[in-house]
């Protein structure tokens, strides 16, 4: 089970933070979003196989930064200077097992996901 929070609605440049916490340790955990009328992206993902490694969508790299707090099955996403390309709702997701790198960025490889959580960023 995966609970996500810390959606809201902001000025470009602004900062928020979304939370997501499982209740159970997790080997690929991450974001995903979907803005009106798009299919759902990849954003980042933390996959714990591989040392704790980060990945993130080329569209965020610079301005997004995903931690964690492991005593608490805790995923963090730090959003730096939203752009009201940013919009969407933001889906926090996991998986348990293992799987191979090349498969972390898609939807079908993630086996949990959070209710979403809103992100408007107006210009």
């Known amino acids: 089970q995966l609970q996500a929070s810390g959606g809201g609605l902001v000025q470009a440049g602004d900062s928020l933070r979304l939370s997501c916490t499982a209740s159970?340790?997790?080997?690929?955990m991450g974001w995903f979003r979907q803005a009106p009328g798009l299919e759902r992206e990849f954003v980042a993902t933390v996959r714990r196989t591989s040392g704790g490694r980060i990945y993130y969508a080329d569209s965020v790299k610079d301005r997004f930064t995903l931690s964690t707090d492991n005593a608490k099955n805790t995923l963090y996403l730090q959003m730096n200077n939203l752009k009201p390309e940013d919009t969407a709702v933001y889906y926090c997701?996991?998986?348990?097992?293992?799987?191979?790198?090349?498969?972390?960025?898609?939807?079908?490889?993630?086996?949990?996901w959070g209710q979403g959580t809103l992100v408007t960023v107006s210009s």
């Open positions: 159970e340790r997790t080997a690929l």
């Open positions: 997701a996991a998986r348990l097992s293992s799987i191979v790198l090349s498969a972390i960025r898609l939807e079908s490889s993630y086996n949990y």
